[in-house]
């Protein structure tokens, strides 16, 4: 598998087998730009850095027979992070949605981590 395939191809499957080392790839670049960026740069890459990684876990779900669709609730906790993040400095909601969107990312990379994949063909396709 190669690098459109895994990161900017979401019709498909990818199995537990390549999900570990693309995900580590992925939060290696999410670190290093988070370490070495900072102010707005640094936000707009890790920014950048979500459409890859939706696309590697809407594999992985379709791997498992789920649909991408579950992929919305932390895309919306993510936004609405970002969004009160820009627009309210500072505030109680702005933490906790913000931990709440980390949770989810979390959960849902663990998920894909330690989920079975379909042996079997699925409507998305053959197994990786």
């Known amino acids: ?38 102010g707005r740069t640094g936000q707009w890459c890790l920014l950048v850095l979500l459409a890859p990684a939706l696309v590697l876990h809407a594999r992985r779900l379709h791997d498992m027979g789920k ?13 609405g992070g970002i969004y009160l993040r820009i627009a ?19 959960l849902f990379a663990l998920w894909g981590l330690i989920g079975k994949g379909q042996a079997e063909a699925n409507k998305y396709g053959e197994p990786a």
């Open 1 to 38: 598998m190669n690098f459109d395939t895994l990161f900017a191809n979401p019709k498909g499957r990818t199995g537990q087998k390549l999900f570990v080392p693309a995900l580590l790839v992925l939060l290696l670049a999410m670190a290093v730009y988070g370490f070495y960026t900072r």
């Open 67 to 79: 649909s991408a669709i579950l992929l919305l609730v932390p895309v919306v906790l993510v936004a």
């Open 88 to 106: 309210s400095r500072g505030s109680q909601i702005e933490v906790a949605v913000t931990l709440a969107a980390l949770a989810s990312c979390a």
